[in-house]
């Protein structure tokens, strides 16, 4: 069973730190990487997605991948109130051609003023 | 606008009914997915499709149907043989490489 495992926390920190998410894949050839937020009792979203190994930013939000490790973040720099939820981390396993994701449990995060 | 649409919103099963989701998408997207949410947990995938009439079966797909006879809608039958059908239920669609991977905004059904 390839799996996706992430920590469920909760993980709690202040407004203004950085929040640190992590999430490791059981397929070597898995080839993108996917972060979603989700808001309690609605649908996920994208907020990044990466394939490359190295790190990529968008605002606030930094991805980084390590293949060699299976292993891939999400850093949230500055954090507010309004970035708690729950962070799903989702994969496209290796020998797939077509974009079936596989999701981890989700890290639920708290920012508290 | 473009986008996916779940309905109903909430639905409420009887114990040996069966129930269809609808879902339906108008971003000419070839693969749809349904997923199935559980309190405190991950998304599992029960069924999806990168073609009309052509189904896959997911992770969980044991007490539930499925059909794709157009691009744009793929409804899921939550059958009486689900025996645990209490759950958020999500449908996405994307493009085949998995880009543009867009959900619905999910159908949360009970079973009364």
């Known amino acids: 069973q390839k799996e996706v495992e992430q920590n469920s926390g909760p993980l709690s920190v202040p407004e203004g730190a950085i929040a640190s998410l992590n999430c490791t894949y059981s397929?070597?050839?898995?080839?993108?990487f996917f972060w979603y937020r989700q808001y309690s009792g609605k649908s996920p979203e994208l907020i990044m997605f990466?394939?490359?190994?190295g790190d990529k930013e968008d605002g606030r939000f930094t991805a980084q991948l390590n293949k060699a490790s299976q292993y891939v973040s999400l850093l949230i720099r500055d954090s507010q109130p309004s970035d708690s939820a729950t962070y799903l981390c989702a994969v496209i396993e290796g020998g797939t051609s077509y974009g079936k994701l596989t999701f981890g449990q989700g890290t639920i995060l708290t920012v508290h003023p | 606008d473009g986008g996916i649409t779940q309905s109903p919103k909430y639905l409420f099963r009887k114990e040996g009914q069966n129930v269809t989701l609808s879902c339906e998408q108008n971003l000419n997207h070839d693969a749809m997915y349904w997923y199935r949410q559980d309190p405190g947990q991950g998304l599992r995938l029960i069924y999806y499709s990168q073609i009309v009439n052509d189904f896959q079966k997911g992770d969980i797909a044991e007490g539930y149907s499925v059909s794709r006879e157009k691009k744009e809608s793929f409804p899921l039958t939550v059958t009486s043989a689900q025996k645990n059908p209490t759950a958020f239920y999500l449908c996405?669609?994307?493009?085949?490489?998995?880009?543009?991977?867009?959900f619905g905004s999910g159908t949360r059904l009970t079973v009364v």
């Open positions: 990466i394939y490359s190994n």
């Open positions: 397929d070597r050839g898995s080839q993108s």
């Open positions: 996405a669609s994307s493009i085949l490489s998995g880009l543009g991977y867009t």
